[in-house]
């Protein structure tokens, strides 16, 4: 796109409320981070400062002095640094490209360009919202971390900067997408209308989905604390064993299996409590809403986050569930997107909490889908393999730790379970090709559901290990760009023609779908994977 694209007003926004217009071409110049970004840094970097001068406030003996010297010379260091890196600092927008200066001792130049950037994020700490400051995340297609990082400017700034890139996009591409969205736009602005909010969750709601939820966050917490104040043992031994406890501590010696029953009680019951706090943290307010051929979303409760997914980064949808939540009939979406957010992942969560028909309502506009009642089942033969699989872990298990506790082999008990475990897991696990969506369900105490849409697909996998061989076994796999290794929806141990049926009639519909025209063996590859199944030994 050439330089002279003409300027657009566009209008910046301050937490949804009031506007002003804002004039593309005066980002061209080199801009600043907003001052008070002095007093953020400064304030985050105390907590530090506090931690180095604690041993020398609490013990001032020759030890402590260490990290006095060290303190010192940490608040020579870091706070100039601080001013330097502030005054170094700079940004610009062209139609072309966001352009970041950065570093002191080392300068970066970095140029991101505009068709590259996939997503802007505008997250608000707490501290931030006080001083009315957010971060500016700007995420490319494919990259491995956030690609440029704005931190702080004011929130009008930010909503500037990221309605401004959207501007510039959508003079780039002509804005092809305004037309596949959501139509309920004001023509000015571009500006969702309010009929076009995708998900709301109440308070009500968002404690609510807590409940299902537990979260060993307060482990990590109580380790930090323990790790920072380093408390005496002996002294923490003693204190309970003449203090008001004294007389807790002689029944819990006397009962050590009603001890250990009823803490692992109470670290449930604080998993459960930590998971509500949590998610009511994390979604608290959560609200999506649709632009043109975009997905906007905004939530949290100290630290509030708003993101944009352009429904062309969308690659695949997961559906995620548990036994309790199923049987009250709540899910989880969640959209995989080519970029790759390490906080999220790689996914990024679209409806937190809802039921399956609001969750086909938000996915209509981008990835339109109806979840299959019935799924076509992998061979019984997975419930062996798993069974197998899991035993083998247990007697391993098992054995180890009886070379120091005996008692370690009561846990072979445990084999129904296994049994149970290895029986569930087939009966969860299937599979659906509609001609268009691929659905993958799979999961005993989570329980996920992929929905791959024909255009998305990317590389074909059949696979069979040596045991797999043994037993005429397959696995196919279909791969989608953004898919994270340890949760791709792979199909496990299908009867190899089956596998094989299954395989030619996906890669057909790909061919067919590029090359425009309605596959003649759509319907017939359906028929096929059943004739061939049947064909095949189990």
Not at 67 to 92: D, E, K
Not at 170 to 186: I, K, L, N, V, W
Not at 237 to 249: D, K, Q, V, Y
Not at 420 to 433: I, M
Request: charged residues 20%.
């Amino acid at each position: 796109m050439s330089s002279d694209v003409p300027p657009v007003p566009v209008l910046s926004r301050s937490d949804g409320q009031g506007s002003s217009p804002v004039d593309p071409a005066s980002y061209r110049e080199a801009r600043r981070l907003h001052p008070l970004t002095l007093v953020q840094r400064l304030v985050v970097s105390l907590p530090a400062l506090f931690f180095l001068l604690l041993p020398f406030l609490r013990h001032p003996d020759r030890d402590a002095w260490i990290n006095l010297v060290i303190a010192i010379i940490y608040g020579v260091i870091a706070l100039p640094w601080i001013v330097l890196y502030y005054h170094r600092f700079r940004y610009r927008i062209t139609p072309r490209e966001l352009i970041i200066e950065s570093g002191v001792l080392t300068r970066k130049h970095r140029n991101i360009p505009i068709e590259r950037i996939q997503s802007i994020e505008i997250e608000q700490r707490l501290l931030a919202r006080l001083l009315g400051l957010a971060k500016v995340k700007v995420q490319t297609a494919g990259s491995a971390a956030t690609e440029g990082v704005l931190e702080y400017v004011s929130v009008p700034e930010a909503h500037a900067i990221r309605r401004i890139v959207r501007v510039y996009q959508q003079h780039r591409t002509d804005a092809p997408e305004a037309a596949a969205g959501p139509p309920a736009t004001t023509p000015e602005t571009g500006e969702a209308t309010p009929e076009t909010t995708g998900l709301s969750l109440s308070l009500r709601r968002v404690l609510l989905s807590g409940a299902f939820r537990f979260s060993l966050l307060y482990i990590a917490v109580a380790f930090s604390l323990l790790q920072y104040f380093d408390p005496d043992p002996e002294a923490i031994a003693l204190w309970l064993s003449r203090g008001a406890l004294r007389p807790l501590i002689t029944r819990a010696a006397d009962a050590p299996w009603l001890t250990a029953f009823l803490f692992a009680l109470l670290a449930a019951l604080l998993s459960w409590l930590t998971g509500i706090a949590v998610n009511l943290g994390k979604y608290y307010g959560f609200r999506l809403w649709y632009e043109p051929g975009k997905l906007h979303k905004r939530h949290g409760l100290l630290t509030v986050s708003e993101n944009t997914i352009p429904f062309r980064k969308v690659q695949a949808l997961i559906l995620r569930t548990n036994p309790l939540m199923q049987r009250f009939g709540w899910w989880e979406l969640k959209l995989q997107t080519m970029g790759f957010d390490p906080r999220e992942q790689g996914y990024q969560v679209a409806a937190p909490f809802a039921r399956l028909d609001e969750i086909e309502a938000v996915a209509r506009p981008m990835l339109p889908f109806h979840l299959p009642e019935t799924f076509r089942s992998v061979s019984p033969l997975h419930a062996r393999r798993v069974f197998v699989r899991w035993t083998l872990a247990l007697l391993l298990l098992s054995a180890g730790t009886a070379l120091f506790w005996t008692p370690a082999w009561w846990s072979l008990t445990a084999l129904p379970l296994v049994g149970l475990y290895a029986w569930l897991a087939f009966r969860r696990h299937g599979y659906v090709f509609t001609g268009e969506r691929l659905f993958v369900r799979r999961g005993v105490l989570r329980h996920h559901v992929w929905v791959l849409p024909v255009e998305k697909f990317q590389v074909f996998y059949l696979t069979a290990s040596l045991f797999q061989r043994r037993l005429g076994l397959c696995s196919v796999y279909v791969d989608t760009a953004g898919v994270a290794g340890f949760a791709a929806p792979v199909i496990h141990d299908l009867p190899a023609g089956e596998a094989e049926a299954l395989l030619e009639t996906l890669y057909a519909r790909f061919q067919a779908h590029y090359a425009g025209a309605e596959p003649p063996g759509a319907e017939a590859g359906v028929e096929a994977i059943r004739s061939r199944s049947e064909q095949s030994p189990r």
